[in-house]
């Protein structure tokens, strides 16, 4: 069971607009540490696709936008494309038992 | 651009102990802004962090590993290093190494390395 929760599984046609969620706590986002999303394609190692709750890496297209509010944080996609099909993972800071780096359990985006 | 290879046994006895060790390339361990960590994904399954070290050694263990986790920093040699003790089945995942960003976020990974635990 992760400490940050993501639904299992999103889908969206070409060209639409998609959101993922991330809940979690007031030990972790509701603490005020930032949430960062990363994007996994098949096969391959996880990209950093937001930091700092808003914040593109370069070279990251603006289609892929985040937000935080309270103790929840969502990724949103525009302008869906086939190329967006992947896992989608966020993570945070966490303070209750001990100081650590956390992940939500991670969202299959399906493009239809 | 920083890049970050891991290495060591793809395959391990259960009760053994798994060691892998990352090279930092193009970039130095030794910054002051970064700390470096191990995250793994069992197949099919999510991340999970395993650790984070600062290049002068401090640690940070995720709680439901600390007992069976060691991490360690070879500055002269551009690298740190996972031990993970006593392994079983459910240890069996890809092994990655990362960056650290000041923010807290994971900015460079490696590409992987499967280990099996299976006798």
């Known amino acids: 069971q992760s400490v940050l929760t993501q639904p299992p599984s999103v889908s969206g046609a070409p060209g639409q607009r998609v959101t993922i969620s991330c809940t979690g706590s007031s030990s972790n986002i509701g603490a005020g540490y930032d949430v960062h999303w990363y994007q996994q394609l098949p096969g391959t190692a996880p990209k950093l696709l937001i930091f700092?709750?808003?914040n593109r890496p370069s070279g990251v297209p603006d289609r892929f936008s985040g937000s935080k509010s309270g103790t929840s944080a969502s990724l949103a996609i525009t302008g869906l494309q086939a190329e967006d099909e992947a896992d989608y993972y966020c993570?945070?800071?966490?303070?209750?038992?001990?100081?650590?780096?956390?992940f939500g359990g991670g969202t299959k985006l399906t493009v239809l | 651009q920083l890049q970050l290879q891991e290495s060591g046994p793809g395959l391990v006895k259960p009760s053994e102990t798994l060691s892998l060790t990352c090279t930092v390339s193009?970039?130095?361990?030794?910054?002051?802004?970064?700390?470096w960590g191990w995250i793994r994904q069992p197949p099919g399954k999510g991340l999970e962090w395993i650790g984070s070290?600062?290049?002068?050694?401090?640690?940070y263990y995720n709680p439901s590993l600390k007992s069976r986790v060691t991490m360690s920093v070879d500055t002269s040699k551009n690298q740190f290093s996972l031990r993970l003790n006593s392994v079983t089945a459910a240890d069996t995942a890809l092994y990655y190494c990362?960056?650290?960003?000041?923010?807290?976020?994971?900015?460079?990974w490696g590409q992987g390395a499967l280990v099996t635990v299976s006798s």
């Open positions: 993570q945070s800071y966490d303070s209750s038992l001990s100081d650590n780096w956390v």
């Open positions: 700092g709750n808003s």
């Open positions: 990362a960056r650290v960003s000041f923010g807290g976020h994971f900015d460079y």
């Open positions: 193009i970039g130095s361990i030794s910054s002051s802004s970064y700390y």
């Open positions: 070290i600062y290049y002068r050694g401090s640690t």
